[in-house]
């Protein structure tokens, strides 16, 4: 964590889910603002993507915030499914805009997702994640973390008593694209990794 100085800003441009331009003013809108800041100390240079999302006249929110450089030592969220990547987005707006129980629905949600993806067996969702174990998808501790996720989901829904923290719903997040990550993103990268080896073998042949 350092303190920068802004020395420039940009848009990337808005997108607004309005049908016709009469409805524009009153429509959720998506878009991307971009920084260009230096180092009050060493003066290096970092580029920050910071995403909104809003009403006209009503909030705007910031949804999301990413470090384009230096590059971050986190592992990038992607080869989603649309619907897995929908939920998972659903989550980090729910949090940014401080809902926390729609947070952890959508957290659990995801879940859902991920256990239609891989045609998890079971009557209900504890089934579909021991399901999931079993196959080989996960291991013991990511099931642990989908029960957990699962739990907390649970109580969002049906405890109308349950109150949600920040730090439970921070937790969820984080653990719910710890696994998206696992099953998806990593899967992927290791398959294309593999690939890469194979061929490169058999040229070497």
């Known amino acids: 964590m350092v303190e920068t100085e802004v020395i420039a800003k940009g848009s990337g441009g808005f997108r607004s889910d309005a049908v016709n331009p ?4 009153n429509s959720e809108y ?7 800041s230096l180092c009050s100390r060493c003066k290096q240079a970092f580029i920050l993507r910071q995403s909104l ?3 006209p006249g009503e909030f705007e929110t910031i949804t999301d915030e990413t470090l384009l450089y230096p590059s971050e030592s986190k592992l990038p969220v992607e080869y989603l499914p649309p619907l897995a990547r929908s939920a998972y987005e659903q989550a980090l707006k729910s949090f ?5 129980e729609p947070c952890v629905l959508m957290c659990r949600k995801s879940l859902e997702v ?3 993806t891989l045609n998890a ?15 080989g ?8 973390w989908a029960h957990e996720i699962r739990a907390i989901g649970n109580e969002a829904a049906h405890d109308i008593e349950s109150e949600i923290r920040k730090e439970d719903a921070r937790d969820s997040l984080d653990l719910t694209e710890a696994i998206l990550i696992y099953i998806f993103s990593l899967t992927r990268r290791f398959e294309s990794f593999r690939e890469r080896r194979n061929k490169s073998n058999k040229n070497q042949a």
């Open 96 to 100: 940014s805009a401080s809902l926390y």
């Open 30 to 36: 998506h878009g991307d603002i971009y920084y260009i």
């Open 114 to 116: 991920v256990c239609k």
């Open 137 to 144: 998808h996960i291991d013991k501790r990511l099931l642990a």
């Open 22 to 25: 009469i409805d524009e003013a």
């Open 53 to 55: 999302y809003g009403v």
């Open 121 to 135: 067996k079971g009557s209900n969702l504890y089934g579909r994640l021991e399901s999931l174990k079993e196959n």
